[in-house]
């Protein structure tokens, strides 16, 4: 008989568990390998985020169909609000051309927040049950939003060929600025989750700062007529993003609003920075979420 094996040390075993590509539960690995674990599960967040964007309809009598009807009914009560009533179409040829992208692409910006900051809080027993990256929650729940949005966008469309608005080359920008957009959104709701999950009692300024930005992000009015006489002010809520993203769509979209490659750079920057500070914010505590 040969010479008894040797049994392994803890640390020898911890080193192969190590290269074996596992790590202990509980803990937060390095910042890259958390990316790849991320990219790693890119089909299950896909699969998870279009099933629950297909739920959020499903059981009712008009069934998806509430995708295209809720953006239409929104954009008549606003119109008749904020156009008739008011009357903050100063400046604005397409005044409805203009209300529909704010109302549509400001709204999916307002329930990712909402909703996505509190993505890890709703799904706390899913977190304590199972070893995967939580940054998929968030994020799976802004990509829920922007599936979701997919029937407001084709209703855009119709709305733009109605109110008279030629089909150009500049079309072929609108799926641009819905990525720029889901970027956007994506890095501030992972710092939100952050942020709520540490103290849940700031959930409740979320709703106030998305009342506040809905009426300084230029979704009823142009900032530019509305601050003519407040230049550095105007320059400050024009560039913010979620005044940036209303502007990339109508840039897109409205012939009266030329494409200005340099708010396209602005645009792109925010979408590149965003996300990667983001998910740092978020894998700071990612041994944290969960515990209670």
Known sequence: MG?????????????LAQASGMHSVGTRPPFLRYVRDLWGRRGFLWTLSSAKSYAKNEGQRFGQLWAVINPVLLIGTYFFIFG???????????FIGFLSVGVIVFGVSASTLT?????ILNNTGLVRALQFPRAVLPMSSVL??????IPGVAVLLVVMLVTGEPPAWSWLLLPIALVLQLLMQLGMVLILARVVNASVDLWNLIPVAVRILRYVSGVFFSITAMAANHP???????????ALQLTLYRQALMSEFAVDPMTWLVGL???LVLPVVGLWVFWVDEAKYGRG
């Open 269 to 271: 920057s925010w979408a």
């Open 144 to 149: 829920t939003e922007f599936v979701s949005v």
């Open 3 to 15: 010479e008894p094996v040797s049994q392994m040390t803890l640390q020898e075993v911890e080193d």
């Open 232 to 242: 550095a002010l105007s320059t400050v809520l024009d560039t913010q993003p979620f």
């Open 84 to 94: 008739f009533l008011l009357g903050t179409d100063r400046g604005i040829d397409n």
């Open 115 to 119: 909703g996505g900051s509190r993505a």
